[in-house]
């Protein structure tokens, strides 16, 4: 069964590759449109992120931390004291993430336990969150030191009280594992993920309708009259799509980072999303070809359906903000971009957009599995 | 006695309240070509659909060397279907390979079967041509190709001359009566009734999903007892004309009328005496008969006299 699965996939990235309008619309349309739009852009995005800071410990510690924070900033990003609940400081709008400095905090520190900051974000915006995330590390890192410095003083018999106070007080470094959270990232590492994806539908739905097209010119019929299962047939169809779908992305991906110094972040976190990204998409595809009635209905819908997804997960533009905001989690293409920014310009690594990608495999795998049924029941038999 | 390469048994197929197979049965021998003679919408092509696995009986059986049908078994048939059913933008050479994977051929074999089945066809030479390249009847010559590639027990030909120019037809032709005189069983469906006369060794007569008559072409022949086929050619217009061709169908020994406008054929008993009575109905309803052929028994009078149909109706 796999060696039919594996020749009737390759047959279909022979013909692929013969068809020069599939590479345009792979690699040399998102490039080119990325570049423009770089072009138009500058150098790269400017954030603007706010983060709150809660403090619902009241101690000294605890306000010199809120203070030394509010007065630090910059570069995109600010932060300024929280009053009320933090769930409700997020829900106004005027913060992107609140770091919330829990009650008891200082005594942890000066007993040297551990102490334990919360990050409250949306999901819709994955970068401030990370932002504010980073920042909440920074500030664990100085109360660890604080922490050491008590226990040490405390066994040294010394007052810990000015070193405490320094070490509390130190402006957290904005960086985590992986490097220095910039405040600006590529606009290519943005736009050229965005239209590979809007393309991706085109091309992806091109192959997935070539099983309708196979019957019509009577390619499938010839296949099917061989010892061919039609499970086969269906498998090698998907493996087909698939390969071409991730290795034109990838091809986009290094090609934009390799030639034009786009990083679009922790390489193995990026490919697991295209792959992630690739097969939503491809999912996508095979269910509007198997409830679609004709070929030409499945195309139509395929370029709707690719286009409203494109424009509400926000591929021609960065930051929207109220129900265009909203709207993006729903589609496959926001939730790809949420991770693509995430790892570009948080810096983020592989665990941090796990999410992200196994939602993107499970609406994959959940719209090929009821697409695949209907392809079933309406071409092979 | 061994078994059939083919046998059909009482096949159904319906689509919704129309039956496109009524109880269908035939076999076909080994080294034996099998004509299925039937117009456009008899049932052919659900027919070798059937036969070919690629679709389901409502009822009725297909055995193949005396076993059922199934997918291991879909190898002892090679199906030449009436559309090219070839990848435009590959080349011959890379359709054969393809098709003949999927057949479970491998290495030096498949290579030497390609080989083989284009010089066949006589494709030798654009191998590594394009399909889309190709004009109509090499594209259908590659078609069929593709059905020989590995070496199946039951060649099945769907209608493969229609649309081509009469050189590749004849090249068509040619190579399929060699593949019947190889000693491999031929299926071969066509409206032609020439080609079925000059290839098959037995002809079924399909009309509206049914086999109406079987057999040799001297046994067909035979249904028509003392019946010849009366051509009259004659001018005047398109109604004059349908109101003779109604006076004729009523006239004693009459048992087939065909033809419009220029060309009736009358299948008839004793023929020639029908020829005087109907030159003089034709001039009562204001024609005028310009000739007059008494035609040789052939497969055409036979579905005529069958049916009361042409052919090509």
Request: hydrophobic share 50%; proline share 4%; charged share 15%.
């Amino acid at each position: 069964m796999w060696r039919h699965v594996w020749l009737i996939a390759a047959n279909g990235l022979r013909r692929s590759l013969r068809d020069r309008s599939i590479l345009i619309q792979a690699i040399v349309a998102p490039i080119l449109i990325a570049v423009v739009v770089g072009a138009a852009f500058g150098s790269g995005f400017s954030l603007n992120v706010t983060v709150g800071i809660k403090d619902a410990d009241g101690s000294d510690i605890s306000e010199q931390i809120a203070q030394g924070l509010t007065g630090a900033g910059g570069d995109g990003i600010a932060f300024s004291s929280v009053d009320a609940d933090a769930d409700a400081a997020l829900d106004s709008g005027a913060y992107d993430a609140v770091i919330v400095l829990p009650a008891g905090l200082s005594d942890a520190v000066l007993s040297g336990e551990p102490a334990q900051l919360d990050v409250v974000g949306e999901a819709k915006d994955p970068l401030a969150q990370s932002v504010a995330e980073s920042v909440a590390a920074g500030i664990a890192a100085n109360l660890q030191t604080a922490r050491v410095t008590a226990v040490a003083a405390t066994s040294a018999g010394v007052d810990a009280g000015p070193a405490i106070q320094r070490a509390v007080t130190a402006t957290p470094p904005l960086t985590v594992e992986q490097g220095e959270v910039t405040g600006t990232f590529s606009v290519m590492a943005y736009f050229a993920p965005g239209v590979a994806m809007l393309f991706l539908f085109f091309i992806i739905g091109n192959g997935a309708r070539s099983i309708i097209e196979e019957r019509r010119e009577g390619t499938l019929p010839r296949i099917l009259a061989a010892p061919v299962s039609p499970a086969s047939v269906l498998l090698g169809k998907t493996v087909g799509v698939l390969i071409v779908g991730i290795v034109s992305m990838t091809l986009v991906w290094l090609i934009t980072w390799l030639g034009f110094g786009a990083y679009w972040g922790d390489p193995i976190g990026v490919f697991l999303v295209i792959v992630a990204a690739v097969v939503a998409i491809a999912g996508i595809s095979l269910l509007i070809t198997g409830l679609a009635r004709t070929e030409n209905q499945a195309d139509a819908l395929t370029t709707i359906i690719a286009l409203l997804f494109a424009v509400a997960g926000g591929t021609f533009f960065y930051g929207a903000s109220g129900v265009l905001s909203d709207l993006r989690l729903f589609t496959p293409n926001g939730q790809a971009l949420a991770a693509f920014v995430n790892l570009a310009a948080a810096q983020a690594d592989v665990v941090e957009v796990l999410p992200q990608i196994l939602l993107l495999t499970g609406i994959g795998v959940g719209c090929a599995a009821v697409g695949l049924v209907a392809l079933r029941n309406k071409v092979l038999t | 006695m061994a078994a059939p390469v083919l046998q059909v048994t009482d096949l159904v197929r319906r689509f919704g309240d129309h039956t496109a197979v009524d109880r269908v049965s035939f076999q076909i021998q080994p080294g034996e070509t099998y004509g299925l003679l039937g117009p456009n919408g008899a049932g052919k092509t659900t027919t070798i659909s059937m036969i070919a696995g690629l679709l389901t009986p409502d009822s009725g059986e297909v055995e193949l060397l005396g076993e059922p049908l199934t997918s291991g078994r879909k190898s002892l048939i090679g199906l030449v279907p009436q559309d090219i059913a070839l990848y435009p933008d590959l080349s011959a050479l890379e359709n054969l390979q393809f098709f003949g994977k999927l057949q479970n051929l491998h290495g030096e074999h498949l290579k030497q079967r390609i080989a083989h089945v284009l010089d066949v066809v006589g494709l030798t030479d654009r191998a590594k041509d394009r399909i889309d390249t190709y004009s109509g009847g090499m594209k259908r010559r590659a078609n069929i190709a593709v059905g020989l590639l590995h070496e199946p027990q039951l060649l099945i030909l769907d209608e493969p001359t229609v649309g081509v120019d009469p050189q590749s037809r004849n090249s068509i032709l040619e190579a399929v009566d060699v593949l019947g005189g190889s000693g491999m069983a031929v299926l071969y469906t066509t409206h032609y009734m020439e080609e079925a006369e000059r290839l098959c060794d037995r002809v079924g007569i399909i009309d509206s999903g049914r086999l109406i008559a079987e057999g040799t072409r001297d046994e067909l022949m035979q249904r028509l007892g003392e019946n010849s086929t009366v051509t009259f050619r004659v001018n005047g217009g398109a109604e004059q004309t349908h109101a003779w061709r109604v006076e004729l169908a009523g006239m004693p020994g009459v048992s087939g009328v065909q033809g419009e406008d220029g060309q009736v054929a009358v299948v008839a008993a004793n023929g020639p005496s029908l020829i005087a009575p109907a030159v003089q109905a034709a001039q009562s309803h204001g024609l005028d008969v310009v000739g007059v052929e008494v035609a040789e028994p052939d497969l055409e009078a036979v579905f005529l006299h069958l049916t009361g149909k042409a052919l090509r109706d």
